[in-house]
């Protein structure tokens, strides 16, 4: 067992986040999906990313934080799209991370990863937010962990979350099925 933190999206803590938590506990894992808005939820992504800066980076970024300090040093980042870039954004915080999950967005890997860090980035395939070129980077700047790039073709940026147009069952079946596997190697 492992103990995971997942970051929501711009969105908000949706019932797809926590339904993902659901997923990672049933596998036998404790996880934790702090609210960063602190009750916030958008209806559009940009009414989410509105929401993001009325709130501040740094306000959320210090939420993520405190969410952290009361967590084992080994806990697994991850988190959907924005959450995906906080995850990263806290790597550096946080080098013993058991490991890193990347859901629809590259997110920052930090310049002193710890080599042989278990990573996995799941994007969609084009994706205006994970376009070829941030996932090559982020191929390139994971390059010393251990790090695994999925890309699903043919479907929308949050292709995991049942509540929106994006959604597309068997990529998120899939992804589901490659993070519960991720998450029962570390």
Partial sequence: MTTVVLFHSAYGLRPAVLAAAGRFRQAGHAVVTPDLYYGGIAE?????FTLAEWIGWPTIAERARAVLRGLPEDTVLAGFSLGASI???????????????????????????????????????PDAYATPDKVAG??????????EAFTYPGVGHLFTDEGLPDYD????????????DFLAGL
């Fill in 44 to 48: 559009t992504l940009d009414d989410g």
């Fill in 87 to 125: 995850a990263g954004g806290l790597l550096a915080e946080r080098p013993e991370a058991a490991g890193v999950l990347f859901l629809h967005g590259t997110g920052a890997v930090p310049t002193n990863v710890r080599p042989g860090l278990p990573m996995q980035l799941h994007v969609a395939d």
């Fill in 138 to 147: 982020w191929t390139r700047d994971a390059s010393v962990a251990k790090a």
């Fill in 169 to 180: 069952e068997r990529a998120a079946q899939l992804v589901w099925r490659r993070c519960i």
